[in-house]
């Protein structure tokens, strides 16, 4: 640890440069273990303030004389809009990235060097260098190499959900620097992946934090796939019409033809995944993030450290790989605290795409049994018939009590006995392998136990199996979804270029009536009126909040034209100026004084001095 010194007191910090009154949840308790010099291990979640349990310590440790904080991030996008906020409120911030000209980093790390900068961010790969890790040294030597802070720092784990070998070196921070202390955050770890973190990063010392993981904003919504961009667009129509959102697709052509209908269709979507012209890519992220009512469709490449809080909702219109990259894609709504809702749509190919993929993976059987593990535990939430949120806070080992404010809890879902239909279905398949010793897919082995007369059908006689027609009470939907759990308990495995089914040595257990199958009625999902922050009753944001009067209304909306102009003179997200929930209480309580300015949440000392005198104009302007 570094020399005792004597730190500001955090509070005053967090009051005076971000307009905050008092700390939430075990915010107090990391930014003071921290500031004293402390390692921590932090797992928070999307929106719960991560940045804040390193940029306070940084901020008073720097005022103490420790010199600069080194902030590893691996998203340029992120960089830039933390640097822009940090900067508004007063902070002198830097990046380090590809971005920038030679001439601008030159004068960057001047002034790093010089120990004038609180905070520096930078992408894992540039700590490896020699000329980076030369100026770290120059910096330790003289006593100015305050603090690093490792942001998503799942990265290191190959266990995570979005794992990057250049985060493995990071270990090299503590060898070369023993008495530097970190800060490693991330908001999606269970417990082998925070084991795999605390033993990569060398953190063994480190005290952990874990905050509750519950996101009680945001109305999770899962539903059977029944022509998905249909269902989509409803969604969208329906309950999030001009408003921000992000759609997931596992291909970069999905997501192409997905952001291309939905134009059609009249909704403001733009495209983005890693094989896009960078420009491009770049382009359309910028007006995701600057402009009004963009809905983001995209692979899972787009996202993290997306900092924009009032996306209303992420919907996914292919299933994840595991709950890890579910919680953290979801988390990308409602930063703000404000209704968001998380929608995802997924069928029977999704079980077989992502059961292939594992299987047949170049990795080593314990790591495929581990992803399968993650894969089956996702699957369970989406099959599942009680509380979504108890589900999903249970698999990071959160207990809690039935929502209230998802999609089963909403509208009980009916169940129905399936045992006997999955033995229909086994059997099928034994049929198959006895007639002939070949394999079919999903939709003939349908087509059979239905009894449809289909040419495949004819060409292998299989009209006059025993199993022909003996489901021919069940819909294709119900079929679907008997064969959804057979394969995601593993009782049927899929095999091949076109996913041809097979019986597993678990299906003999099935076969004699010894396993039970209880499944979800296929329902039309009830809308009941927008979410909450509560979880009752309608939604309320602050861009409509039925609270305020027509003449805050009015002021609100100046405020968000004010906002709107500084944030194009600056070159900055509008959110990074003054985010909507600020200027929906400044509207509301409508301060005339700057000393009454001073007390709205989220008016910092320098924002008040740089933009107050404007804000009580544009609030008295009739």
């Not at 490896?128 to 040294?137: D, G, I, K, V």
């Not at 069928?347 to 059961?355: E, H, T």
């Not at 299906?507 to 979880?535: H, I």
């Not at 609100?556 to 985010?579: C, D, M, N, T």
């Amino acid at each position: 640890m570094s020399p005792p010194k004597h730190h500001p007191v955090p509070i005053h910090i967090l009051q005076e440069v971000f307009g905050y009154s008092a700390f939430r949840g075990q915010q107090a308790a990391i930014v003071e273990h921290v500031t004293d010099g402390g390692d921590a291990l932090v797992l928070m979640p999307t929106g719960g303030g991560k940045s804040l349990c390193y940029q306070v310590p940084a901020i008073a440790r720097q005022r103490a004389g420790h010199g600069v904080t080194v902030v590893v991030s691996p998203l340029i996008a992120l960089m830039h809009d933390q640097v822009g906020a940090l900067e508004e409120a007063g902070v002198h911030a830097a990046f380090l990235n590809s971005t920038q000209s030679l001439e601008e980093a030159q004068a960057i790390e001047r002034e790093m060097l010089a120990g004038r900068l609180s905070l520096l961010y930078a992408a894992p790969e540039r700590l490896n260098t020699p000329r980076f890790l030369a100026q770290l040294t120059s910096l330790h030597e003289r006593g100015l190499l305050s603090l690093f802070a490792i942001d998503e720092a799942h990265c290191v784990s190959q266990w995570g959900h979005d794992f990057r070998s250049e985060y493995l070196s990071l270990s090299l921070l503590h060898e070369r620097f023993p008495d530097v202390p970190r800060i490693a955050l991330t908001a999606t770890a269970d417990d082998i992946t925070r084991a795999d973190i605390i033993d990569r990063l060398q953190l063994h010392e480190a005290r952990v934090f874990i905050d509750s993981f519950d996101r009680p904003n945001i109305r999770y919504l899962i539903v059977e796939k029944d022509k998905p961009r249909e269902q989509l667009l409803r969604f969208i129509q329906d309950d999030h019409d001009g408003e921000a959102g992000v759609v997931y697709c596992q291909s970069r052509k999905k997501v192409e033809e997905t952001a291309e209908w939905l134009r059609a269709e009249g909704i403001s979507a733009l495209a983005y995944h890693a094989g896009m012209d960078s420009d491009v890519r770049m382009r359309h992220q910028d007006r995701f993030l600057r402009e009004d009512g963009i809905v983001m469709v995209a692979t899972v490449a787009f996202g993290m450290g997306i900092d924009k809080p009032d996306v209303r909702f992420v919907a996914h219109l292919d299933l994840p790989k595991n709950i890890e990259g579910y919680y953290q894609e979801t988390g990308r709504a409602g930063r703000d605290g404000e209704a968001a809702e998380a929608w995802m749509a997924y069928g029977l190919a999704d079980v077989v795409n992502q059961r292939r993929m594992i299987d047949e993976s170049p990795s080593t059987e314990e790591f495929k049994q581990v992803q399968r593990g993650k894969l089956d535990a996702l699957l369970a939430l989406a099959e599942a018939t009680d509380c979504r949120r108890q589900r999903l806070l249970a698999y990071f080992g959160e207990d809690s009590e039935p929502c209230g404010n998802c999609d089963n809890c909403l509208n009980p879902p009916a169940t129905w006995d399936a045992t006997e239909a999955a033995r229909m279905a086994l059997s099928c398949i034994y049929r198959f392998r006895q007639n002939g010793g070949q394999r079919f897919g999903a939709g003939h082995l349908i087509d059979v136990l239905r009894g449809k007369d289909t040419e495949k059908v004819r060409q292998y006689g299989h009209q006059h199996l025993s199993t022909w027609a003996i489901g021919a009470h069940l819909s294709e939907q119900q079929w679907r979804a008997v064969l959804r759990q057979l394969i995601a308990l593993g009782h049927v495995v899929t095999e091949g270029e076109f996913s041809t089914l097979s019986l597993n040595e678990s299906a003999r257990g099935v076969l004699k009536g010894e396993v039970e199958l209880l499944l979800r009625q296929p329902t039309a999902p009830a809308r009941k009126g927008k979410t909450s922050r509560s979880g009752t009753g309608s939604r309320r944001t602050a861009l409509a909040d039925p609270d305020l009067a027509p003449d805050a209304q009015q002021r609100f909306e100046s405020l968000k034209a004010w906002r709107a102009e500084v944030a194009r003179e600056h070159g900055l997200p509008a959110y990074v100026i003054f985010q909507n929930v600020t200027l929906a209480e400044m509207a509301r309580q409508h301060p005339r004084t700057l000393d009454e300015l001073s007390g709205i949440s989220g008016v910092g000392a320098k924002k008040l001095e740089a933009y107050g005198e404007d804000l009580l104009r544009v609030l008295d302007a009739r």
